[in-house]
């Protein structure tokens, strides 16, 4: 028998190594064929050919590489259009290129060298991966949501359709918060916090008490949008804060209602607007105007003087009463308490001008 | 100067960026000694009718004259004028080699107040307000010509806000009242510019009260005001107590001797604001000297209370005056403060805008016209829209943008 | 001045053939690029970006649909080049930049501002208050000629570089470049002003450097003499360029 040669020798072993027993079988088979055929040779009595290794060309099977396994189309290009899209994503996941119907891209590419200057597709892209997506709560999940709840909740009451109406009904709002913390213990120091908010305009309040209540509420009343939110976490229980944050409330009230004895020894610069009634300018304008009347009687001129001054200034009431000196007043509080703007100026201007009748062509 | 740039071309290895900058000097120089180019030429006889006015009256200018330039004398410019006008527009009016004024609206409608007023009512005040730039002062300027012209006695403070200042002033003492402060150089500076203004109103003016300066020095009753004003003049110790005595005379024989008076301040706020403390007035003691407490500032206060009549109070408030945290706003009641405003209440506030489109164009044809603009493209309209873009019609803005054209 | 400038034109006949012809391919890019300014530096940009387009009226029209700048990038339009030759003009604005101390335009721009009224100042009160035509005529008034006829009377024609030969380093003179000598011009007259009193405004300063330029006097042009004196003097060394 002639001995198996060298190279055949060494596939046989790697083939024992990785135990590839079909190849092993065929690999027999050959070597045994090639036998049975140098069997027959030398029974003929034939001179044995000497081949020469590497003359004739040796063919050696090829063994079939395993195919690989070519990956089935992403699932998205058999979705339908009216498929439901719950069943596909029922819950939160991580963002699947594969599954995911719509086109998308995102991130950011430095230069034109990278991706070729186009912003990354869906396909292994980390960015859409990482934040969390909200695929899982379309409207038809909340639909279904909605539907399997419903069981669960009572009717919306009746009274109550508008915000208004909900404003009208149960002008205090409280708000508190509880909260679950991820530690062996559950607790959350922020869970004792509670807050009352109220709109100013639905408590029963005069011009004093609503001044006094907006002075002893300082910052927690907000002039923008009129609200007052009372919050505290004093103490150690959310409704201990709350029962509290309700006192506070009461306390406030009432207090507002009630005038101090030091209250009258309120200062000008204390005014929290401008009242023409006790400032200098109304000394001014009535001194002013009982100047022009002197003026007036000792030589008056047809047309230029002020005719709408009565014959007695003596009374100082009945001067303020005038309508020019009513228009002016409220000018220049206007001018104080709005600001200065074109509109406010214009007014002062018009008033001062009627009251003291001075007349422009030019004038505007 | 044409050789020298012929020869420069003539054999000279350069650039061809030199040869084309040369062949556009050329034109252009061509262009400035003939005041035009040939493009420009068929506009600029309708561009002069448009700015300009023959009315050298301010008592005859009303609505129609808005927008248009007219001449102030050189006599009145010297005598009137003197020390009033910002000194770049006094630059700008020497070179263009006469003094012209734009009619603005807001001064015609405060003319037109003291041409229809009754005067023996007290003291009617005016305040001009405005944007910085807007042309306040300018404005006052109209009103003193106004009133100039029809015989008005002058009291015109330059710029209030000098007397507030620091600037290492000296401050002394007051000789009438303790506890008040005298600007001896700023009270002489004023009195020699209240002469100038009013040189041949102050001859029949006499005192009628009599004045002791010191034990050996008086005023008695009937001196002329020429004279007291000689004499604060001469005597720098007494000159703030002569602004006083002046001030008061007047305002008591406006009425009997039947002179009128027009009080203009400019940037009347700087009276009740008090300045920075850093560069502030500071007394003997170097404590800082509030406005009130000055004597000059005392004695004109006086002036803008209504216990007088047969006189105007024109001012302008300047947000420039006021302290740099105080220049938010350049509204008078801002501006003023509570005090001022209460002193000053009731008084008429005439805003004074930004030039509108027309008197814009006509501020532009004006500097055309005075040869101010050289740049091509700037005598164009697209150039002068592209100008009163850029300034926002600004009058201040759009001087220092034609500056550089 | 006459003799000292034919010199220089043979100074100059000399090296010009040499430049020419690298001066030729400049002459038309100077001719066509009139507002843009000739680089100093090389460009940072990716040769592949595009000029952008300035001009109002060309983008209202809108690009063709088959042209290139649909699709690549475009460059940053610099600040400075704007449309209107109301305020941007290349050579003021180098002058501007060479004034310029820690970046601080803002100041630097101020200065150009009040010079150019300076001499407006100056010309246009001289020209209202001319009385015949002729006087007029002879009066420039435009600001912006007289600075850059001023610059021009300053730029030299030939400067020194420092060659070293055989251990000895001589000053030797060459043709200068048209950006060198917008810069030496611009920089004496610069420097002239600087090194006056200081406590004239540097406006006025400038205004009076400007005015004497453009008439040929003052130190800016005695410098620019100087030194073509110094050429003229070390003629012999021009072969060692």
Known sequence: MAALSRKRLTDIHKHLINGRTAAFARLFHSTRLNQQNEHSEQQEGEFRVFEIEGLKPVKTERFARRQKK???????????????????????????????????????????????????????????????????????????????????????????????????????????????FAAPSLRDDRARVASIKLNLSDLELDYHSRDKFIRLVGDRYNPDTDEVIFESDRCPLKSQNLEYVNFLLTAVYFESWKREGWEDQKELSDMESYFW????????????????????????????????LPSDVANEDAICQLEEVQQYKVAVEELFNEGENIETLNNYKAAVTKLLNLKSDAAV | MRERLVRVAGGMMKSLSRTAYLCVANDVKQGSSRCLSSVAEPKQSNLRQVFRTSEDDPRAHTLDHVGLFYKIPETEVNSMFKGCIHPWHL????????????????????????????????????VYYGRRGAGKVCSLLHTMHFCARNDWIMVHVPWAGQWVRG???????????????????????????????????LKDLKTTSEYIWTKREKADVGTPLDEIINFGLNRFKFSSDCVGVLLKELRLQAAEKGFKVLVAINSVNSFFVPWSKENTLKNSEKKQVLPHEVSLVHNFKKMLSPTWNNGAVVCT???????????????????????????????????????????????????????????????????????MFVSNRNPFNLYKVCSSL | MAASLSTVKGLCATASKVLAATQCSNLFADHIAKISVQPVRQSMYNPKYVEPIIDKATLEKGLDPDDLRRHRPIKAPTTDISISPLFYDPEILKF?????????????????????????????????????????????????????????????????????????AYRVPVCARPNEQRFRAMKWIIESCRDKERRIPMEQKLAWEIMDAYNNQGKAIRRKQEIHRICESNRAFAHLR
């Open chain 2, 317 to 387: 408030v300047n947000e420039g005056s006021n302290d740099q945290s105080l220049r938010e706003d350049y509204t008078p009641q801002y501006l003023l403060g509570q005090e001022g405003f209460e002193w000053f209440d009731p008084f008429v506030p005439i805003l004074v805008p930004e030039y509108s489109s027309t008197e814009a164009l006509s501020c532009l044809s004006y500097y055309i016209d005075r040869n101010w603009i050289q740049n091509e493209h700037g005598r164009t309209e697209e150039g002068m829209k592209e100008i």
């Open chain 3, 96 to 168: 501007t930049n060479m004034m310029m101390k820690a970046g601080n335009k803002e100041r630097v721009r101020e200065v150009m501002r009040k010079l150019f009224e300076n001499l407006k100042h100056m010309q246009v009160e001289k020209y209202n208050k001319a009385t015949s035509e002729s006087e007029k005529a002879e009066i420039e008034c435009n600001p912006v000629v007289i600075f850059k006829q001023g610059v021009e009377n300053c730029k030299p024609l030939l400067l020194v570089t420092r060659v070293v030969k055989g251990g000895v």
């Open chain 2, 91 to 126: 630059r700008l009016m020497n070179t263009f080699n006469e003094h012209c004024l734009m009619v603005r609206k807001p001064s015609v409608e405060v003319n037109g107040y003291l041409k229809n007023m009754n005067f023996n009512h007290p003291v009617p005040k005016f």
């Open chain 2, 167 to 201: 600037w290492n002033k000296e401050v002394a003492e007051s000789t009438h009242k303790p506890g008040r402060f005298d600007l001896p150089m700023d009270a002489a500076e004023w009195l020699s510019h209240f002469r100038i203004q009013n040189q041949n109103k």
């Open chain 1, 277 to 308: 009634d006790i400032n200098a300018s109304r000394k001014n304008m009535v001194s002013l105007l009982r100047t022009i009347k002197e003026a007036d009687e000792k030589s008056p001129e047809a047309d230029k003087g002020l005719g709408y």
């Open chain 1, 70 to 180: 070519k990956p089935p189309p992403p699932r998205f290009r058999s979705m339908a259009t009216d498929q439901d899209w719950t069943d596909v994503w029922p819950t939160a996941s991580t963002f699947k290129w594969s599954a995911v119907p719509f086109p998308v891209r995102q991130g950011f590419v430095e230069n034109s060298s990278e991706n070729e200057g186009v912003v990354p597709a869906k396909y292994a892209n980390l960015e859409l991966m990482k934040p969390p997506n909200f695929l899982h709560l379309t409207p038809a999940h909340v639909k279904k949501h909605c539907d399997a709840l419903k069981k669960f909740c009572t009717a919306w009451p009746e009274g109550l359709e508008t915000e208004e109406d909900c404003r009208h009904h149960f002008p205090v709002e409280s708000v508190t918060s509880d909260y679950v």
